[in-house]
C-alpha cells in the first residue's frame, strides 16, 4: 500500500514497519511530515486517538484537502513563469524538482516538450487534448530539428526520438501517479483526531501521553535543502524531557539506533540501492528503559 503524498524522501515504503517500532499512545506526533505517509500509517493502525501533523512547509494541508476529495478532476500543468506566480501548493508539490516546492520540474530545454505532452494526458475533454497533442508534435519536431545535432545519422535521429517519446510517456506516468496519489487519498476516515500545524517543530506543543516522531532532512545526502541546522536539532533532541524517535540514517548526537531495516532504493548504474532506515532515540531514554 501507498501512504501519503507524492513526496521527496516520502517514507510510504517503510511506514507500517515505522509505526510497528512506535508504542502505543493517545497521541502522535509527527513533527516533519512531509507527504504525511507516517501520518497516514498511523491514522491506519489503531494505535492512536489523536495525531497532531506538522511540516513547516505546509504539505499537512493538501493531504487534508486530498482526503476530502478537493484534487478529483485536477489537471493544472503550469509552464515555468506559471510555476513561479502560482500560490497552488499542490501545484508547487507536484511540479517542482524532487517536490521541493520552489525549483521548477523542467530545463527550459525540455519545457516546449513537457508541458504539452503533460497537458495533452491531463486535459479533462477530448478536444483540449487533440489541441495539446498537436502542440506537442510541433514542439518535438521543432526540437528534432533544432537541439538534436544536423550532423548525426538518420538512424540515430530515429532512435533519439524514440528515446524522446518513451521519457515523454514516463514522465507523463510519474505525474499521473502523482495526481493518482492525491487522488487516492480521498474518503479516508478517522480524521477526527487529526490536527494540521505549519510551524517550526520547537514550536509544537507536545502532550504529556505522544509518541513523538521526527523524520528531519537526512544529513550527509542530498535528500535536504533549505538550510536545515542539523547542530541545533542535535541540540534540542538532548534538552527536551521526552522521548523523540527520529529516522535517520546516521545517529544524532546522543542518540542511539532501536530499530533498523534495509530499504532498497532507486535502480542505478550498479543495480538497486540499498540503504538501512535507522530509528534512533535518546540515549537517556533508551537507557532507562
Known sequence: MKYGLPYKGSKSAIAEWVISVLPSAHTFIDLFAGGCAVTHAALLSGKYERFICNDISGTPYIFREAINGDFNGYATVPDREGFFVSDDVALKLLYSFGNDQSSYLWGGQYEMLKVPAERMITAPSMHERRNYYRSFMRSLSQYVHEVIDDKIGELERAHELQGLERLERLQGLERLQGLEGLERLQGLEGLEGLELM??????????????VYADPPYRNTGEHYGGFDFDAFDEWLNVVNYPVYVSEYDAPKGCVCIAERIRHGHMSAFGSEKRIEKIFVQEWYARRN
Open 198 to 211: 505549519v510551524s517550526d517543530y520547537r514550536n509544537v506543543n507536545i502532550p504529556c501521553d505522544a509518541v
